[in-house]
């Protein structure tokens, strides 16, 4: 039944059997279910976020908010407590200047297919052991990793192989990165004003790979 009209001029509606009230549609484009799928979906092929805003209709702090919680709700965790080999690679971009870069670590099971969990920060030993605090639960029988000091550093020797030979796939994974992340891409334009932003948007790629989803 009618119950009156909204401040925005749109007609308001209440149910005679639960008392909700409600309207035939929805006054602000971040309402719509539909358009934070849109902006994942996008997020997941390389689009930035003034792409997103564009393509759903959501303004720049509605599509940054729907990213920050969306990732609060997903985690990037193993699905298997055994793995016979993972590999480890780093990355970097920029966050707020090209001045300052941040590193992604992460770890690459081949066999599987799926990265069971990542860290960010400086390149050096502290963020590995952040990474390796997330992978210390895992049964994995060897590490694979380049020749960084860090590595032999942290890693545990007797599992621990050494050389560009041993990563050959996780070439591959960065190009993948590279065309799926713009943020990623090298001489790029486009980066992160904040940390939980590009935070944010990486989990959240990541977690769609893992899933299989078929926006990746």
Same mark, same amino acid.
């Given at each position: 039944m009618c119950n009156g009209v909204k401040?925005?001029?749109?007609?308001n509606?209440?149910?005679k059997g639960c008392g909700r009230q409600f309207q035939d549609s929805y006054q602000y484009a971040g309402c719509i279910v539909q358009? %934070?799928?849109l902006v994942v979906k996008a997020l997941c092929r390389g689009s930035g976020v003034k792409d997103c805003c564009v393509l759903s209709g959501m303004s720049k702090v509605s599509v940054l908010r729907m990213i920050k919680g969306y990732a609060a709700t997903i985690a990037v965790k193993p699905k298997k407590h055994h793995y016979s080999k993972v590999q480890i690679d780093e990355q970097w971009s920029y966050v707020g200047k090209k001045e300052r870069k941040v590193w992604m670590l992460y770890a690459y099971a081949p066999e599987e297919d799926e990265i069971p969990g990542f860290a960010m920060g400086k390149r050096n030993a502290e963020t590995l052991r952040r990474l390796m605090m997330k992978l210390k639960q895992l049964d994995i029988q060897w590490f694979l990793t380049d !020749?960084?000091?860090?590595?032999?550093?942290? !890693?545990?020797a007797d599992r621990h !192989?050494?050389? %560009?030979?041993?990563t050959k796939n996780m070439e591959g994974i960065n190009t993948w990165f590279r065309t799926r992340v713009r943020r990623l891409v090298r001489r790029t334009t486009c980066f992160s004003k904040k940390l939980i932003y590009?935070? =944010?948007? /990486? %989990? /959240? /790629?990541?977690?769609?790979?893992? !899933? %299989? =989803? =078929?926006y990746i």
């Amino acid at each position: 039944m009618c119950n009156g009209v909204k401040k925005t001029g749109k007609q308001n509606y209440r149910c005679k059997g639960c008392g909700r009230q409600f309207q035939d549609s929805y006054q602000y484009a971040g309402c719509i279910v539909q358009n %934070k799928e849109l902006v994942v979906k996008a997020l997941c092929r390389g689009s930035g976020v003034k792409d997103c805003c564009v393509l759903s209709g959501m303004s720049k702090v509605s599509v940054l908010r729907m990213i920050k919680g969306y990732a609060a709700t997903i985690a990037v965790k193993p699905k298997k407590h055994h793995y016979s080999k993972v590999q480890i690679d780093e990355q970097w971009s920029y966050v707020g200047k090209k001045e300052r870069k941040v590193w992604m670590l992460y770890a690459y099971a081949p066999e599987e297919d799926e990265i069971p969990g990542f860290a960010m920060g400086k390149r050096n030993a502290e963020t590995l052991r952040r990474l390796m605090m997330k992978l210390k639960q895992l049964d994995i029988q060897w590490f694979l990793t380049d !020749l960084w000091d860090a590595f032999a550093a942290v !890693l545990p020797a007797d599992r621990h !192989l050494r050389g %560009k030979q041993h990563t050959k796939n996780m070439e591959g994974i960065n190009t993948w990165f590279r065309t799926r992340v713009r943020r990623l891409v090298r001489r790029t334009t486009c980066f992160s004003k904040k940390l939980i932003y590009h935070y =944010s948007m /990486i %989990k /959240i /790629i990541i977690h769609q790979r893992n !899933l %299989k =989803s =078929s926006y990746i």
